[in-house]
């Protein structure tokens, strides 16, 4: 059993000394998954059901989005600009959250990002009312100047823009989102007795912090991060976030390189739909209903799937799947998820 740094008491409170806007409807279910442990062969399989967190559809963002609207609020910003892909996730919750505060949300999309028809995130942009705007180049250091023009501009016309991109802040409000989510699986997990977990979740900033409130508490969790972008190398990217959070916060440790376990196997995939991330997509949902998406987390799950099939995670494991959201990517990728749809057009072609 690893050695507790602090208390989650502690760690509560030092969490709370963070300005914050309340967003999630928390706390989120943790349910068991039998019908899925029993279709895999394999371990006692939970989800946690962080797709319920609400806004506009919820996901792992909100938990971020809390204390970077508490940055907005707190320092009077009324322009919350940020560049995204059109999939992406994050920058839907920020629409919402910017919606419910009164703050402008600008999108911008780089040169050659897909938009296709307004489906999935592309539609919540339009309807929780982004102002996307569409750049002529997909040039990092030609985007930075564009964005400093449009911050001057503004600027001049009486606004406080505020680009979260060229802030350390938007890596590090998502791992002190996941701390703060972690004291809350803590709890859960108390309350069934369970003491060792394997968790699965996307790599990123979530699994930052899920990773280092386990260290911090020290709990015996194992975090399996799944990487499916390449805008990070995580080894030297993850112990930075939890320097900076750990400076933030006046936490007593961070994480090293070599304290990751991350698959790689997906890596350079996030737009891409891949035919095991559609099986795991299909068996989530015949077997708990659970709805996952083709970038993030139907990767995940498939990761989880190959593992148990292999033998790397073991029948008397209890392991925790970190359902992040992403829900509405489903419909915007409805013709590769429907790729096989049969359809019967007599009664008498029905099978018996």
Request: glycine share 8%; hydrophobic share 40%; with cysteine.
């Amino acid at each position: 059993m690893p050695h507790p740094m602090m208390t989650p008491e502690a760690l509560q409170e030092a969490i709370q000394r963070l300005p914050r806007v309340p967003l999630a409807h928390r706390p989120t279910p943790l349910d068991d998954c039998p019908v899925l442990s029993q279709a895999l062969g394999g371990p006692r399989i939970l989800a946690k059901r962080d797709d319920l967190t609400g806004p506009a559809f919820g996901g792992n963002k909100v938990r971020h989005l809390e204390f970077r609207m508490g940055l907005l609020q707190h320092g009077g910003y009324d322009v919350y600009i940020g560049q995204y892909p059109p999939t992406s996730n994050e920058a839907r919750i920020a629409a919402a959250a910017c919606a419910r505060a009164g703050i402008r949300f600008i999108l911008l999309v780089k040169k050659g990002d897909r938009i296709g028809v307004p489906q999935g995130n592309v539609l919540l942009y339009h309807l929780l009312g982004a102002e996307m705007v569409f750049l002529d180049t997909d040039d990092p250091e030609a985007v930075k100047t564009e964005v400093q023009a449009l911050e001057e501009r503004l600027r001049r016309a009486g606004h406080r823009p505020f680009t979260f991109q060229f802030s350390p802040w938007t890596h590090l409000s998502g791992v002190i989102g996941h701390l703060d989510a972690a004291l809350e699986i803590d709890r859960q997990l108390q309350e069934r007795a369970i003491e060792e977990a394997h968790f699965y979740i996307v790599a990123g900033r979530s699994h930052t912090g899920l990773q280092l409130a386990a260290k911090l508490l020290g709990r015996p969790w194992r975090v399996t991060g799944v990487a499916v972008q390449r805008y990070a190398h995580f080894p030297d990217v993850i112990p930075e976030w939890s320097r900076g959070v750990a400076e933030a916060l006046g936490l007593p440790a961070t994480l090293g390189p070599e304290e990751l376990d991350i698959d790689y196997r997906y890596i350079d995939t996030y737009d891409l739909v891949l035919d095991s991330a559609v099986e795991a997509i299909k068996l989530a949902a015949r077997t708990e209903n659970l709805i996952l998406d083709p970038m993030y987390t139907g990767k995940a799950m498939a990761v989880l799937m190959d593992h148990v099939r292999t033998g790397r995670v073991t029948p008397d494991e209890t392991v925790v799947f970190m359902h992040t959201g992403g829900t509405p990517l489903v419909f915007q990728y409805a013709q590769e998820l429907s790729a096989d749809l049969v359809r019967v057009r007599e009664v008498s072609e029905l099978p018996a």
